[in-house]
């Protein structure tokens, strides 16, 4: 049991060997606290971590650690009775506590608080990080939207509806073809019927083309051409 502790045994650190230590005894009466101090390097702090080992924490540097009664006897604790073991030193102070400087209105935090500080820090940084990443991108989604920059399909789809309506574009032809009053509307989807097509020849000859024939067939229209064809034989 706790009241029963008076011996601290320990090796590691700056105890090579095993060590006893008889720290919870005064005047030969149990003490309910100790209070170590010392030069630097003196082993405060292993005394320390070994009493945190015991209780039942992680030491790497710490290869033994267990408590003696006033017979040389290792007593065994319950997790109840380790719990009641509460060890204030450095590494306390850097887990638990956290001072907020702001001149003479700093604030000391400790325990749950300190650490829910060091959490919205470390959040914080990540918003920072986000924030740079979401305005990253707001630039790019932009410039994907802005009509007038060459990054932005519609800059490319404007252009196409441009050329489709001039005169000598699809829309001009349509109107010389059907005989309209005015060029054939292009609506925001007309190139869609266009740039899934593969014509055996380029642009400039299909020009060409359509010019011949449309030569050919005002005349037609007009009656001034010839139309030389051989006649056939008819049976006698």
Request: proline fraction near 2%.
């Amino acid at each position: 049991m706790l009241k029963d502790i008076r011996t601290v045994k320990l090796q590691g650190a700056n105890f090579k060997e095993q060590t006893e230590l008889t720290l919870f005894c005064e005047d030969n009466h149990p003490a309910k606290g100790i209070l170590l101090y010392g030069r630097n390097g003196s082993g405060k702090s292993t005394i320390a971590r070994a009493l945190r080992k015991i209780k039942g924490g992680q030491v790497t540097n710490i290869q033994t650690a267990s408590v003696l009664d006033n017979q040389g006897s290792i007593i065994t604790l319950s997790d109840e009775e380790k719990a009641h073991i509460f060890v204030f030193d450095e590494d306390f102070v850097n887990a638990n506590v956290r001072v907020q400087e702001d001149g003479l209105g700093s604030i000391v935090m400790l325990g749950e608080q300190a650490g829910l500080t060091e959490l919205i820090e470390a959040t914080a940084e990540e918003l920072k990080t986000a924030e740079a990443v979401r305005d990253q991108k707001k630039v790019i989604r932009d410039e994907y939207n802005d009509s007038s920059n060459q990054k932005a399909p519609s800059y490319y789809i404007n252009k196409m509806h441009a050329i489709l309506q001039r005169d000598d574009g699809w829309a001009g032809r349509k109107r010389k073809i059907g005989q309209l009053r005015r060029n054939a509307s292009v609506s925001e989807n007309t190139y869609k019927d266009f740039i899934n097509l593969s014509p055996d020849k380029i642009r400039d000859d299909l020009i060409v083309d359509f010019a011949n024939e449309w030569n050919r067939l005002e005349a037609a229209q007009s009656g001034t051409s010839k139309i030389s064809m051989v006649v056939p034989a008819i049976p006698a």
